[in-house]
Structures are given as C-alpha cells and as structure tokens.
C-alpha cells in the first residue's frame, strides 16, 4: 500500500500588515494587553475586494505546485478547508478548480474550522493509500477581517485573528520511511456553544433558547433578522477561558496519542507544528510534554490565528526557513471549534 507524502508546500499571506498598535484606532486596546494575552504582534489583512478566501488559496496552490514539479493539470482531486468561503454555497474548492483552470477533477469542502486543515489531509491521505488519486491538492485558507467587531465590545476575539492561505500536494510514495504514518480525529460537541458563529443560519433555536427572537418572525426572516444583529450574532463569540481549558488537555493528548501509537517518544520528534491559536496555548503545551524550543514551530506572532490556514502556512514557513528535513519526524496538531481536534504524524 503506497504512503503519501508531502510533495510541495506552499503559502500566501496578504501585503497589509495589521499591527497591535493599529487596533487601537478601532478599540480600547494596546500593544501589551494583545501580546500578553495572545503573543500576537501583528496580522494580515486582505484587500476589502480584491482579495477572497479563494484567491488566497489559489496563490499558496500555484507555489505547492509548482514545487512539487507538475502543473494544475496533473492535479486530480481538490480539499479545501475554510470556516469563511466566499460563497454560502458553493464551496470554494470548484472556485479553485475554475480559476486555476483544471480539468473536471473532484472538488471537497472542509468544514472543521481550526482542526480543517488536519482534517482534509487526512482524507486525501486516505485516497492516496487507497490508490484512488496521484496528485491531491490539499488548501487550508481564511479571510476572518470582513466578519470581525473592530470594536471594543469584541476586542477579546478580533485582536486574535487574521487572513492568509497555505497548501500543500498529497503524492503516494513506496518508501517506507517516508510520508504520512497516521492521523487522529475527534470531536466533543457538548459545548459547541462556546466558540460559534450563530447567525445567520438555520437552526431557529433548535439547539439552544434564546440565540435570537424567532417567536414573532416572518418566514424568510429565520435566515437573518433584526434580533441577531442586536445580540451581535452575526459576529463570532468566543469563551476564551473555557476554549483554553479544553485546549489544554486535548492538545497535548491527541500529540501523544500519535507518538504513542507509532512507538515514539516526545524525544523523538524532529518539529511539531501547532494551530496557531494563541502562543499561550502553544507555550503550554510546549512546557507540558518537555519539548524544547527547536522541537515547536510557532509563527502566530506575525500572522494571527488564521483557523484552517495556519498549520499549513506555519508547515510551509518551516521549510522555507531550513526547519524541516528529509527524514525528521514531524507531528501537526491542531484544536479548535466544534470542539473538534487532531493530529498526523508523518516522516519528511
């Protein structure tokens, strides 16, 4: 059974960088309170109209392409992971396959938020064991500054985020000591309330009294109403004490799981490459499994928290900065919304 390795990598931030110290404009804030709390100096922003969650993937593509040696031709399956599409529907992996002009290759939507990334290269890795597809393009990409409060109500969650794209390019390989060894799902959706985007949307209180006033609503006002947009609900909430302390224990465990499933010790690990949720969470995780420094990658510092982006963008700056090699074992991990979390431990 063929392995699949990661044949190229690529990613694309935005040229508008967004410092701490601009945000003050828009909130009560200031360059401390942001980098003691989440570690972040900075972030990107995409242009208001020029730039989507779909270009930006296709750039970070057009480089995973390219450095794997082939051509969008030669692509024959599509992933893309986002929790902000440019459409509702459709999907933005059929905007790639059209903008990159691809011939009539499937197209996959990821919806996992934070841990979409992992997700969706799991499933091309499962293709390409299975011999299905040679070439798969796998795309994590985020455009959060249109959706964002820039307003101090919100600071806690907007200080937190940013935009950019990272790919890579799934090929099946018989080496032994190469590729992909194993991923790891989860999820726990007990408290899916806690870090959420509720509106617009179609649950009408299904899940939980008193996200919006439906009593009274017309029909084609369930999809988005008035009520939503006073309770501020069609911006993102988030517990972020509540997020910290599940992170804390799912992080670290679905990290050792792989290790532990594989026969290998934290010793072992050449680089592992968190989501970049918030450098608390990296630094604690970190501290509890003893890695040292050069064994975790962290770049939240210059991009933000870009969800389904950031281990992607985060693998491919690794590389580029000489971090990875051939033969070094390397684990990515995420967690985020849902809840869901994993990992996948692979050999370079």
């Known amino acids: 059974m063929p392995r699949s390795i990661i044949a190229g990598v690529g990613m694309y931030v935005p040229e508008n960088i967004f410092t701490n110290e601009d945000m003050t404009k828009y909130m009560d804030t200031s360059d401390a309170w942001i980098q003691e709390r989440t570690g972040i100096k900075e972030r990107r922003f995409a242009d208001r109209t020029k730039e989507t969650t779909t270009t930006m993937g296709v750039e970070a ?42 011939k009539e290759v499937g197209a996959l939507d990821v919806r996992n938020q934070c841990s979409g990334f992992v997700y969706a290269l799991s499933v091309g890795d499962q293709f390409i064991r299975s011999g299905t597809y040679k070439n798969i393009l796998v795309i994590g990409s985020e455009k959060h500054s249109f959706v964002l409060d820039f307003n101090t109500r919100s600071r806690n969650i907007s200080v937190i985020f940013g935009d950019g794209a990272g790919a890579v390019v799934l090929q099946p390989t018989e080496e032994e000591n190469r590729g992909i060894i194993s991923s790891h799902l989860h999820s726990d959706g007990t408290e899916a309330e806690i870090l959420a985007l509720y509106n617009p949307g179609s649950h009408a209180n299904y899940w939980k009294e008193g996200l919006a006033d439906y009593e009274d609503a017309e029909l084609g006002e369930l999809y988005e109403n008035q009520a939503m947009v006073d309770k501020l609900q069609n911006f993102p909430i988030m517990d972020g004490p509540a997020v910290f302390k599940k992170a804390a224990v799912k992080f670290p465990e679905v990290i050792m799981e792989a290790l532990n499933k594989n026969g290998y010790k934290t010793s072992d690990l050449s680089l592992l490459i968190p989501h970049q949720a918030n450098m608390r969470i990296s630094q604690f995780v970190q501290q509890k499994l003893h890695l040292r420094d050069d064994q975790v990658f962290n770049n939240i510092q210059k991009y933000g928290n870009t969800t389904a982006a950031s281990v992607p963008l985060a693998l491919c700056e690794a590389w580029q900065e000489g971090r990875i090699k051939e033969g070094d074992l390397i684990c990515l991990a995420a967690f985020g919304s849902g809840f869901t979390w994993a990992s996948t431990l692979l050999k370079w």
């Open 61 to 102: 593509a057009k480089m995973a392409i390219d450095r794997a040696g082939i051509t969008p031709q030669d692509i024959d399956f599509i992933i893309f992971a986002t929790l902000s599409p440019d459409y509702y529907f459709p999907g933005c992996g059929v905007l790639v396959q059209r903008a990159m002009k691809m």
